[in-house]
């Protein structure tokens, strides 16, 4: 079994950091093709919007194929759609339709979605007390596409250059290679496959079909307050950072800040997101996942109090950034692991579907919900609606460490 850990974990690592260069070098264009094909800045945003609804509304389906053949066939499949639609959006550059590009970068969201649920199959064959850094470690993966994404968006654009092919659809041409060749990868390497192997070792009594359904997995969260507390720590930890985060370069732009002081922010806070990962999970496997939950709150908090109260002070913007990208790894790494903790083995594929679907959705929200904010109150506001999410995550999180504490850890984290 130690063996095979390694071999599943090395597979989606290598994954994780193939797959996730294909989003970050074309979203980031997403929205200019939306402008030249439509004609009108207006709809540039939509294209984002696309994909994140995209992704939230593939999870459930990913889900339930996980749910009845395994991780592989459900992280293939993700990769194959994310492939299609981003070959829809080149067409639809090509033509000249918007209606197109939607549906496009709709399917595109495929991948992103099988990219999220890769943390998962990390779990399904990790010991209890070593869940979260097996979780962490493929989520840390992700830093080198986020890092390495945004600057190849130009090569890629460039390659196309003189063809019949818009040089802005050009990165959508390198992701659906990058999706192929990581579908490839999972399609002949991910073996045994981790979730059905999980369910072959599990006891008896967890090896029937009738709890493996996404009726289960609803009635699962429905039954534990810890998953619950999970799916909402994961859910309000992604809402806070997305709708922050998606402003930020526009708040900078109001004060002086030029497009490579904004990268450099920006990739601060990647690195808050990713490169730090593995210590949460660590912490979250040694101090107990409720923990790490209160500390994510913390975190998230003191980033918006930070990016909110900088008024033009580009290094206490940068810090708020790179804090708001460490809490949200806190709470993703956390929420995810005590999510698993929390319900029968053969509910989680459907369980964790469930938990991206709601994480997508809400952070949808919130990123659209963001610019009206911006728009009518300022910067400054934005950050304290961000911050007043977290109250009731950290009320949850307080009530259940004192009603249902679970492990020892968790125990001595209520009491502390």
Known sequence: ???????????????????????????????????????????????????????????????????AKGRRPGLVVGYAVGALGAGLVVLAAAVKSFPLLMIGMAAFGAASSANLQARFAAADLAEPDHRARAISVVVWASTVGAVLGPNLSAPASDSFAGTSIPQTAGPFVWAAAVFILTGTLLGVFLRPDPLLTARAMAPAAEQGREGRSLRAGFAAVKASPRARLALVTVAVSHTTMVSIMVMTPVDLGHHGADLRLVGLVISGHIAGMFAFSPVMGWLADRLGRLSVIGLAAGLLSFAALLAGTADGSHTQSALGLFLLGLGWSAGMVSGSALLTDSVPQPARAAVQGLSDLTMNTAAGVGGAAAGLVMSQAGYGWLNAIGAALLLPMAALALFTARRHPGPAKDRAAADS
Request: glycine share 10%; aromatic share 2%.
């Open 1 to 67: 079994m130690p063996r095979i850990r390694r071999r599943i974990s090395g597979v989606l690592m290598a994954a994780q950091a193939i797959g996730g260069l294909g989003v970050p070098i074309s979203i980031a264009l997403a929205p200019v093709l939306a402008t030249e094909i439509s004609g009108t800045e207006a709809l540039s945003g939509f294209a984002s919007t696309a994909a994140v609804i995209g992704t939230a509304l593939v999870s459930l389906p990913l889900a339930a194929l996980m749910t």
